[in-house]
């Protein structure tokens, strides 16, 4: 069945580097566009990164521009988030969602369990 | 920026209708999507393009635009339906934008 499972989250200190991964499964990974979309503590979705099926476009939130990059490694059906300078702010579960379409749109349809990043102060 | 608002917080009996709106002034010309959340879980998509809804989720959920504002219509509400409902929609400069989210209470 359609699967992501991300991994890699923990404790890090402000400034600090992490990289997040979702790893996919039961589909064509190479086939779909890929979010990254976080939740803060007791807060709403926040949209972060998309990556394009071949990569060929990436977008990102004003919030994390300049600091985080989203990439993919399609022979081994990842996605990767790389989070530099690292914010107590940051602080959230990351979900990775698949972008799927219908005709000529596009919906986040499927997506992973999270994983969960502290930034301590 | 691009902003979805949503009301914080919706209550209905079982059995009754919920009526869940997202304004935003680019939703006229944007589609937009519904998300449930229940707690301690990832979200599930309820309704993409505004009214198409995945195989699998039930037939009480609906959605609805009109102008600046799309509704989800949850039909016939059960206990299992109290959860966490959001918005999304893009702009075309490639930004998707959560509303804030709506907790749906069943009393």
């Known amino acids: 069945q359609v699967q992501l499972v991300e991994s890699g989250g923990g404790v890090v200190q402000r400034g600090g580097s992490l990289r997040l991964s979702c790893a996919a499964s039961?589909?064509?990974?190479?086939?779909?566009?890929m979010h990254w979309v976080r939740q803060a503590p007791g807060k709403g979705l926040e949209w972060v990164a998309f990556i394009r099926y071949d990569a060929g476009n990436r977008y990102y939130a004003d919030s994390v521009r300049g600091r985080f990059t989203i990439s993919r490694d399609t022979s081994r059906n990842t996605l990767y988030l790389q989070m530099n300078s690292l914010r107590p702010e940051d602080t959230a579960v990351y979900y990775c969602a698949r972008n799927s379409w219908f005709s000529d749109y596009y919906y986040m349809d499927v997506w992973g369990k999270g994983t969960t990043v502290t930034v301590s102060s | 920026s691009y902003e979805l608002t949503q009301p914080p917080s919706v209550s209905v009996s079982p059995g009754q209708t919920a009526r869940i709106t997202c304004f935003g002034d680019?939703?006229?010309?944007?589609?937009a999507d519904w998300y449930q959340q229940k707690p301690g879980q990832a979200p599930v998509m309820l309704i993409y393009r505004d009214r198409e809804r995945p195989s699998g989720i039930p037939e009480r959920f609906s959605g609805s635009s009109s102008g600046t504002t799309i509704t989800l219509t949850i039909s016939g509400v059960q206990a299992e339906d109290e959860a966490d409902y959001y918005c999304q929609s893009a702009d075309s400069s490639g930004t998707w934008v959560f509303g804030g989210g709506t907790k749906l209470t069943v009393l």
């Open positions: 039961g589909f064509t990974f190479g086939s779909y566009g």
């Open positions: 680019a939703l006229p010309k944007q589609y």
